[in-house]
């Protein structure tokens, strides 16, 4: 007779059947994905920690109700000052105009003062950090490759704290610090967890790149937050059009939402302030460096594709048709052309000084041809526009540290902002040195973190084109917006600290991946342990690798030998 004892069946159903491969996959952990309602599907709810946690905490459920409520934004709110600190910690140091702050620090004080930036003398930069009140500002007119807002902001700091390398790099800090607050919130939109989206901001706070980038008067960091604010507002938009496609719904006797083909296929939306926002977001960026206009065509595409998918889950047969008759042209007017009149807007003070470079043009040089009957000024700014074009595209003079787009992820070459050799017992070397000291700014992220991102960035891949997770394609879509457009220009001089525009969206892949490996809701406590210290100790190194760097990040001397082990490779020298 067969035995019928439990071990007699270990790996089979009742009737003897072997499982199936997702019933074998459960045994380590996998749950399969849960059959969710149609409302869930257009508006995901936010996840909540369980109530065995609250119980192992002896929290009573009150309190934890609020602390739920008040982490939303206590929480994001926590991940900033932390941020915040850091990047405030010692602004001014180093007292010195280092790399392209003596370009922008400059133009910035000349255009918060006569509205045009002015053409500086050479070696100036001391004069201004001895004593720039007796530094007048040039009134000739100064020919800059680059669009005003980043230079606006910059300017504020200065017109609030002085023409001193702490007034230059303070809007860029506060910036630096709010970008880490919007990336904590947008990741908790994103994944529907505080506690990712914290832990997304997080990683932000201790990126090397980042970090180095708030610190200094550069245009890059003032680029990167306005593309982040455009991407928040859009996943906000995203929530909200989805939000209201479930609204105007059909629901049965149950009480469930049910698709329907007319109203997926001829609701109007509508009114969309957020997406409004972002077009204004996208022109902010575009009016500071030119590559902003890469990202916005590429948010746009992303945002209609959004649409298509809230039409189809909506119940449209044909959701691409009624994506082009309802959502095209609303989102065409409320993104291009709000950014196009936001990237004249902020000629203005080019406009009404009529002293900036190329201001007088069309009066001049430029009389006659087909467009005469425009304004002067518009002519003259087509004219400076498409100089300034010719320069960036033939900027092809070699540079200590220009690098290969290719090299970015893995950190190839890196950028030396600032390099001082102070002896022993001057400058912050301690006395006791045994030779020089190294004091350096170097323009790297945290390495860790960036190679962690390389393999995120495969996994983000894999979810969006095999699961079809349209979180994955933002984030891909995201990092491919402001990495993929250098690729085209590999002749040019290029550094890797433009892609800190694409760091905020590198850190929410890391997170993602670090999602995957905790596990979803309803995995066993093995598995959710197991993951749950994958996980931490990968974030616990890259925080380990970031304090390690530090010195390196904020110009600290540090002995020689110090400073020569944290070069990795040669490429770091």
């Known amino acids: 007779m067969t035995s019928t004892a439990p071990e007699a069946l270990q790996g089979h159903d009742a009737g003897g059947t072997p499982p199936s491969w997702p019933q074998r996959l459960r045994r380590f952990g996998h749950v399969p994905r849960p059959v969710t ?218 009480g469930l939402l049910r698709p329907d083909v007319t109203v997926a296929e001829r609701l109007g939306l509508g009114w969309r302030p957020w997406r409004i926002a972002a077009g204004l977001m996208l022109g902010l960026a575009f009016a500071t460096k030119w590559n902003g206009l890469y990202i916005l065509a590429a948010f746009a595409v992303m945002a209609v594709l959004w649409d298509v998918g809230a039409r189809r889950t909506a119940g449209a047969v044909r959701p691409y048709a009624a994506v082009l008759r309802r959502d095209i042209v609303p989102a065409f007017v409320s993104t291009v052309p709000v950014a196009i009149v936001t990237y004249i807007a902020s000629w203005t003070g080019w406009i009404v000084t009529d002293k900036g470079y190329f201001r007088d043009w069309a009066a001049t040089r430029g009389k006659g041809g087909h467009f005469t009957w425009l304004p002067d000024w518009l002519r003259s700014l087509w004219h400076y526009e498409n100089e300034v074009y010719q320069f ?98 590999q002749e040019r001089t290029i550094f890797l600290f433009y892609a800190v525009v694409f760091v905020p969206y590198l850190c929410l892949a890391v997170t993602m991946l670090a999602g995957a490996l905790i596990g979803p809701a309803g995995s066993d406590e093995r598995r959710r342990t197991i993951g749950a210290v994958g996980a931490g100790v990968l974030v616990l190194l890259i925080i380990w690798n970031f304090i390690y760097f530090w010195p390196l990040y904020t110009g600290t001397p540090i002995p020689i030998d110090a400073w020569r082990g944290r070069m990795w490779f040669d490429t770091w020298v």
């Open 37 to 254: 309602g149609l409302r869930e599907r257009l508006v995901p709810p936010y996840t909540r920690p369980s109530e065995r946690l609250w119980a192992v905490l002896a929290v009573p459920p009150a309190t934890a109700e609020r602390l739920v409520r008040w982490s939303a934004w206590g929480g994001p709110l926590l991940v900033a000052a932390v941020a915040g600190v850091l990047r405030f910690w010692n602004l001014g140091n180093p007292k010195a105009v280092i790399f392209d702050e003596t370009y922008y620090a400059k133009d910035a004080w000349a255009l918060v003062n006569q509205g045009y930036e002015g053409s500086w003398p050479k070696d100036v930069d001391k004069q201004i950090l001895a004593d720039p009140s007796k530094v007048p500002l040039p009134t000739d007119p100064g020919y800059v490759v680059h669009p005003p807002v980043g230079k606006w902001v910059i300017g504020l700091g200065e017109q609030l704290f002085g023409f001193t390398p702490f007034g230059w790099r303070f809007m860029v800090a506060v910036l630096g610090t709010l970008s880490v607050l919007m990336l904590c919130r947008i990741g908790r939109r994103l994944f529907r967890s505080t506690f990712l989206g914290c832990l997304a901001g997080g990683l932000l706070a201790v990126d090397g790149l980042h970090f180095v980038m708030s610190r200094t008067a550069l245009l890059d960091l003032v680029l990167m937050f306005f593309v982040l604010a455009a991407f928040g507002c859009l996943v906000i938009d995203r929530d909200w059009a989805r939000g209201r496609l479930a609204a105007a719904l059909p629901v049965d006797e149950e």
């Open 392 to 489: 960036h595209v033939n900027l092809t003079s070699g540079h200590t540290y220009q690098s290969n787009p290719w090299s970015w992820i893995v950190l190839g070459r890196p950028v030396s902002y600032f390099y001082e050799d102070p002896k022993a017992g001057a400058d912050g070397c301690p006395a006791g040195t045994a030779g020089n000291c190294a004091r350096e700014v170097l323009a790297i992220g945290t390495p860790l973190l960036w190679w962690a991102g390389g393999l995120a960035l495969c996994y983000v891949l894999w979810r969006w084109f095999f699961r079809r997770d349209w979180r994955a394609g933002a984030i891909a879509c995201a990092v491919a917006a402001g990495w993929v457009p250098w690729f085209f220009y």
